[in-house]
C-alpha cells in the first residue's frame, strides 16, 4: 500500500544521487580519501529506481556493483563529481548528496611518484568547492537534500548545514556511533526539512534507511508533516 503510493509518486521523477568517497590525487601511486562505503548512496539510487524514478547516480570510486537499471556515473576527484553534477542538475527533480566528498586536495599533483627524503614531508592542502553549495546557490524547482556526517552535536551542524547550504532537507548522519555512517550495512540518521519535518530513524539497514527518506521527502513535497 504505502509502496504503491510511494511509486506513483516517484514514477514521473529524475532523483539525482552521489555517493561514495572521492580521491583527491597526490602523485600516481597515491591519494587522499576517505572511509565512505557508497552503500547509503547506492541503497538510495536503488531504492528510488525500483519506486519507479529515473536515476542518475554520480559515484566516487567503491567497491559496489552497478544498480540495475540505474544511470551510473563514475567519477574520482572532487572536482569531477562538481563537473558531472552540474553538467545533471537542470534535468534532475531530486537531488540527494550522500557523497563524502573531500574538502582539500594536494594543491600541486605530481606527474612522476615522489621519492623518500630526509625529515619530514608537507603537503600542502586547498579547498575543493562546496557542490551541494553550488546546487543550493543555483537551484530552481529541485528538491535538494544534503547528508550531515557528524561526530558531536550532530542535530546542531546539521541544523547550520541546512539553512546555510539553502537546503530543502537533511540526513544527519552521527558517524561516531557503533554501526552508523561511513562502512557498515547498517545506519541510523535524523531526518530534518525546512518545511519541518524532524524524524529520527532507528538503527537498520541502509535499505530500510533508504526506503524511509524517500518517503519522507515525498511526504514533505507533498506538503504534509511526519
Ligand atoms: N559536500 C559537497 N561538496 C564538498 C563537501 C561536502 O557537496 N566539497 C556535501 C556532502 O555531499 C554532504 C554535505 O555537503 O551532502 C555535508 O558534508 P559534510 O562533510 O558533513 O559537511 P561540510 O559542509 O563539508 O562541513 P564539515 O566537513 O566541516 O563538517
Ligand atoms: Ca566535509
Do not use: C, W
Not at 181 to 194: A, C, I, M, R, Y
Amino acid at each position: 500500500e504505502t509502496n504503491k503510493q510511494a511509486s506513483s509518486f516517484y514514477q514521473n521523477k529524475h532523483v539525482l544521487v552521489t555517493a561514495g568517497p572521492t580521491q583527491e590525487i597526490v602523485d600516481p601511486v597515491r591519494f587522499f580519501t576517505n572511509h565512505s562505503s557508497g552503500k547509503m548512496g547506492y541503497a538510495l539510487a536503488q531504492m528510488a529506481e525500483s519506486l519507479g524514478a529515473k536515476v542518475t547516480l554520480v559515484s566516487g570510486p567503491t567497491d559496489l556493483s552497478q544498480p540495475p537499471g540505474v544511470n551510473v556515473l563514475p567519477v574520482q576527484s572532487a572536482e569531477d563529481m562538481y563537473n558531472t553534477v552540474l553538467e545533471h542538475f537542470d534535468e534532475a527533480d531530486i537531488v540527494i548528496k550522500a557523497a563524502a566528498v573531500a574538502d582539500y586536495r594536494p594543491k600541486q599533483q605530481y606527474n612522476h611518484k615522489m621519492k623518500k627524503k630526509e625529515g619530514s614531508l608537507v603537503i600542502e592542502m586547498e579547498r575543493t568547492r562546496d557542490i551541494l553549495q553550488a546546487l543550493g546557490e543555483k537551484k530552481k524547482e529541485q528538491y535538494l537534500v544534503g547528508f550531515a556526517a557528524e561526530t558531536n552535536q550532530a542535530i546542531e551542524y546539521g541544523k547550520d548545514k541546512l539553512t546555510r547550504k539553502n537546503l530543502d532537507a537533511i540526513v544527519i548522519n552521527d558517524v561516531s556511533q557503533e554501526g552508523t555512517g561511513f562502512s557498515g550495512d547498517t545506519n541510523e540518521v535524523t531526518f530534518l526539512s525546512k518545511r519541518g519535518i524532524e524524524k529520527s530513524l532507528p538503527l537498520s539497514s541502509k535499505t530500510q534507511i533508504a526506503q524511509q527518506v524517500l518517503t519522507l521527502i515525498e511526504t514533505d513535497i507533498k506538503g504534509g508533516k511526519s
